[in-house]
C-alpha cells in the first residue's frame, strides 16, 4: 500500500483539471535581441520549449523587458505571484532551461536560417512531434540534453519557394494538426524576426506559416485559402500577417470571409503559460459604469469628447504615465477570457475609476464584419454578447478597413452589416466605429453607432493635435458636437491632458457610455454608411 | 527724320515686347520642376511620408502635382489653377490630414484663384473646397502661398484653413539629377 502511495498522488496530479493553478513555476527574463543572426535561433528553440513545458501546467514564463511590444509581462508576472500564489524560479540560461525541462521533448527538428520558411515548419513539427526547433549550431545543445534528431529540414527547401515549402508541409503534416487554431507566424521579416507567439502555437499543435494574403501572391493565397476554407467554425487565426509580404487589412479580410477570428499579435508572449489560469475565486468582473441602465442624459450645446483606447489593452498606453486623469475607454481582447484570464482580471483590478471597458474588435475576435459570410454573423455576434456579458460591457467597437489603405479608401460599414450589428445587439448602449476616422453614423432606438473623427499617432506633435482637434470643432459647428477620439497605443495619458487645455470652445471630456447615452439624446451628426462610390483600396477577394 | 522713323518702331516694339515678356515669363518658371518635401524642416504630415510636388506652367495654367507616398502606398492628384480667373475644380486636392475625418465632399466643386505675385516669385492660390464633416458639409477657404526662395532651391508652401488656428508649413527642395 505505502509502494502505491506516491502512484496515487501522481494519478490525481495528472488529473487536476489543467485550469488549475500550479503553486511553482519557472521564469526566464529575456533581452530584445531578436536578430535571426543573433538572439532568435535560442530564443526559438526556447519557445518551442516553453510550449511543450507547459502541455499539461503552467511552469514556464518569458519576462520581456519594458521595451518589448507587450509591456504587461513583469506586471502580470507579479499578478500571478500575488493574487496565484505562484512561487517562480528563474532560470538564467537556456541550459537552466533545459536542464529544467528537456524531458519534456523527445528530440529536436533542424531549421535552417537561410531558408526563413523552415523556422515556421520546424515549430509545426515541433508540435506534432515534442521536438525542440533548433539550428545547426544548436544541435550540440540540444543532443547535450540527450535528445535526438527527429527530422532536419537543411537541404529539402533549398531554392523553393514559400508557397512550395508550405504546400509541402501541408501535405506532410495538416491532416495531424489543430484544426480549430492556426498560427500565422508572420511579424517582422528578415533580418530580425519575432515569433513570441509560437509556444501557444506549438502547445496547441497548430499549424504555422506566414503564408501571404497577397494577390499578387497567388500560390500563396491560394493556399492559405485551401486551409483556412478546411477549419473548424468559429477557428481561431492567431499571430499576425508577415510585414515583408501583405498587410493587415489583407489578412484580416481574408479570414473574416470564412468566418474566422484574429488574434494577434505575432509577438504576444506565454499563451500556454497564461491559458491555463483561471481568474481568481469570487472574481467578477465590473465595469466602471458611469450611467444605469435606462437612464436618459440630454446633451447640452457643447463639444463632448471621449477618448478609446483599441490596440488590445496589452500594448502601450495602459503602462504609460497619467492614465486614469482623464476619462478613457478601452477595448478589451474579449478572448482573453479563454486564453488569458488573469491579464484580463489584473487589468480591470488595476483600473481607475476613469478607465471603461468596452468589447471588441467587431465580435469575439478582430474581424471585418463587411467580409462576415451573412450565415456565420449571428452566431459569432451570439458570441461576442456571451462574452461581453461575462466582461460587463454594453458598447462595443467595430472596426473594418477592408477597404482602407492609409489615406486611399475608406473605414466604413455597408447598410447590410449596420443592419446586422442592430439586429444582433439589442441590449447595447451603442456602437463606435473606425480605427483611423471613419463615416459611418446611425442612430436607432436609443443606440447611436458613431465613427471616430479624430485618431490620434503618438509621433503627431501635440500641438498639431491640438489644432487637428480645433479644426475638427470649427468645423463642426453645431452644438452638440460629438467627437469621437481614438487614441493609438504608445500614446500617454498626460500628453492628452496638455492637448484638451489647448481646445477651444466649451468641451467637455466625457466617459464613453456617457458620450454615446448623450449623442442619443441629440443627433447632429448624419446617418452615413459605406457609399458604393467611396474609393476602395481593396475589393476583397474571390473564393 | 530720324525721330520721325524711330517713334513707330519703338512703339511697335513696345507693343510686341508687352505681349510677348509676359508669355515669356510664362513659359518656363523657375518654379517648375520636382520639389521633394523636407520632413524635418516642415508641418508634421500626418500620414504620408513622403510628398513630391510637380510644379508645370503652361501659359496661364500651373499645374500643381502631388505625389504622396505612405509605405507602399503611392497617390498622385494634380490640381490646375490658371492665373487669368478664377476656376471651378472638380477633384481640387487638399493634403488631407489622414487622421482627421475630412473629407472632399462628394461631387464638390472648388472655387480656386490663382495669381502670381512678388515678381512672379510666390503662386499665391485661394480655394472655397466643401468639405464632408460628421455633421454635413461645411466650406473650407484654404489660403495657399507657393514661395521660391532665394536660390530657386527651396520652396515654401504656406497654408491657412479658415478654420485652423495655425498655418501648414512646408519646406520643399529642389530635386534635380544631382541629388
Known amino acids: 500500500m505505502r509502494r502505491l502511495i506516491p502512484f496515487i498522488l501522481l494519478t490525481v496530479c495528472v488529473a487536476l483539471p489543467a485550469a488549475e493553478p500550479a503553486r511553482s513555476a519557472f521564469v526566464m527574463r529575456w533581452n530584445l535581441d531578436w536578430n535571426v543572426a543573433g538572439g532568435l535561433p535560442e530564443k526559438a528553440m526556447l519557445l518551442s520549449l516553453q510550449g511543450l513545458a507547459n502541455r499539461k501546467s503552467p511552469q514556464f514564463y518569458v519576462i520581456h523587458p519594458p521595451e518589448y511590444q507587450w509591456e504587461i509581462t513583469a506586471p502580470l508576472y507579479s499578478f500571478y505571484e500575488r493574487k496565484h500564489g505562484v512561487r517562480f524560479t528563474e532560470l538564467k540560461t537556456a541550459k537552466a532551461a533545459l536542464n529544467q525541462f528537456s524531458n519534456a521533448a523527445r528530440g529536436y527538428v533542424v531549421w535552417d536560417p537561410a531558408v526563413a520558411a523552415t523556422m515556421n515548419v520546424a515549430f509545426t513539427i515541433a508540435g506534432l512531434e515534442d521536438a525542440l526547433v533548433v539550428t545547426p549550431a544548436l544541435i550540440s545543445t540540444a543532443e547535450s540534453h540527450g535528445l535526438k534528431k527527429i527530422d532536419d529540414l537543411r537541404g529539402r527547401y533549398d531554392g523553393k519557394t514559400d508557397a512550395e515549402i508550405y504546400g509541402d508541409a501541408a501535405r506532410r503534416y495538416w491532416a495531424r494538426c489543430n484544426h480549430d487554431a492556426f498560427m500565422l507566424m508572420g511579424g517582422h521579416a528578415g533580418a530580425v524576426r519575432m515569433p513570441g507567439m509560437a509556444d501557444w502555437g506549438v502547445r496547441q499543435r497548430m499549424f504555422f506559416s506566414d503564408l501571404s494574403a497577397n494577390p499578387k501572391h497567388a500560390a500563396e493565397l491560394a493556399l492559405a485559402q485551401k486551409l483556412l476554407s478546411q477549419l473548424n467554425d468559429g477557428a481561431t487565426v492567431f499571430g499576425w500577417h508577415s510585414y515583408g509580404k501583405d498587410t493587415e487589412e489583407q489578412w484580416t479580410t481574408l479570414l473574416s470571409g470564412y468566418g474566422l477570428k484574429m488574434e494577434g499579435l505575432h509577438n504576444l508572449p506565454n499563451l500556454s503559460f497564461n491559458c491555463q489560469f483561471t481568474f481568481t475565486p469570487g472574481f467578477k468582473f465590473t465595469n466602471n459604469h458611469h450611467t444605469t441602465p435606462g437612464e436618459k442624459l440630454v446633451a447640452g450645446p457643447k463639444v463632448y469628447l471621449s477618448f478609446v483606447q483599441s490596440d488590445s489593452i496589452g500594448i502601450g498606453v495602459w503602462t504609460k504615465p497619467g492614465r486614469g486623469k482623464l476619462p478613457f475607454a478601452w477595448q478589451v481582447t474579449m478572448n482573453w477570457t479563454k486564453f488569458s484570464p488573469a491579464a484580463l482580471e489584473y487589468f480591470h483590478e488595476s483600473a481607475t475609476p476613469n478607465d471603461y471597458f468596452i468589447g471588441g474588435l467587431s465580435g469575439p475576435g478582430y474581424m471585418y464584419p463587411n467580409h462576415i459570410p451573412a450565415a456565420k454573423f449571428p452566431g459569432l455576434m451570439k458570441e461576442a454578447r456571451t462574452l461581453m456579458a461575462e466582461l460587463d460591457e454594453q458598447a462595443l467597437e467595430i472596426m473594418d478597413n477592408s477597404a482602407a489603405d492609409g489615406n486611399v479608401g475608406n473605414a466604413d460599414l455597408t447598410k447590410e452589416t449596420v443592419d446586422r450589428y442592430y439586429a444582433a445587439f439589442p441590449d447595447v448602449i451603442g456602437f463606435i466605429n473606425g480605427y483611423g476616422p471613419a463615416r459611418t453614423r446611425d442612430l436607432r432606438d436609443t443606440r447611436p453607432m458613431i465613427s471616430y473623427d479624430y485618431y490620434i499617432d503618438p509621433r503627431r506633435p501635440r500641438s498639431e493635435v491640438a489644432a487637428d482637434l480645433n479644426e475638427l470643432i470649427a468645423l463642426n459647428s453645431k452644438r452638440p458636437y460629438f467627437l469621437l477620439v481614438h487614441v493609438r497605443e504608445s500614446n500617454d495619458v498626460n500628453s492628452l491632458v496638455e492637448v484638451v487645455k489647448q481646445l477651444d470652445g466649451p468641451v467637455e471630456v466625457v466617459p464613453l457610455d456617457v458620450f454615446l447615452k448623450l449623442a442619443a439624446s441629440r443627433k447632429t451628426y448624419t446617418t452615413r454608411y459605406q457609399d458604393p462610390d467611396d474609393p476602395k483600396h481593396f475589393e476583397g477577394y474571390r473564393k | ?179
Not at chain 2, 15 to 30: D, H, I, K, N, R
Not at chain 2, 147 to 153: A, H, K, P, T
Open chain 2, 1 to 179: 527724320m530720324i525721330r520721325s522713323f524711330t517713334m513707330p518702331r519703338l512703339y511697335y516694339l513696345s507693343v510686341l515686347m508687352g505681349l510677348l515678356l509676359p508669355l515669356a515669363s510664362f513659359a518656363t518658371s523657375p518654379m517648375d520642376g520636382r520639389w521633394r518635401l523636407d520632413t524635418s524642416r516642415s508641418s508634421a504630415l500626418d500620414g504620408w511620408s513622403q510628398w513630391d510636388l510637380v510644379i508645370t506652367t503652361d501659359g496661364t495654367r500651373v499645374n500643381l502635382q502631388h505625389d504622396m507616398q505612405w509605405r507602399s502606398t503611392k497617390h498622385t492628384a494634380t490640381t490646375t489653377v490658371d492665373t487669368r480667373h478664377s476656376s471651378k475644380v472638380a477633384n481640387f486636392f487638399r493634403v488631407e490630414q489622414r487622421h482627421m475625418a475630412l473629407y472632399p465632399a462628394k461631387g464638390g466643386l472648388t472655387t480656386v484663384k490663382a495669381a502670381w505675385i512678388d515678381g512672379d516669385r510666390t503662386l499665391r492660390v485661394e480655394a472655397d473646397t466643401p468639405i464632408e464633416i460628421s455633421q454635413g458639409e461645411e466650406n473650407m477657404r484654404i489660403y495657399c502661398e507657393y514661395r521660391l526662395l532665394e536660390g530657386d532651391r527651396s520652396l515654401l508652401l504656406i497654408e491657412l484653413h479658415s478654420s485652423r488656428p495655425q498655418p501648414l508649413v512646408y519646406r520643399f527642395t529642389k530635386v534635380t539629377p544631382e541629388n
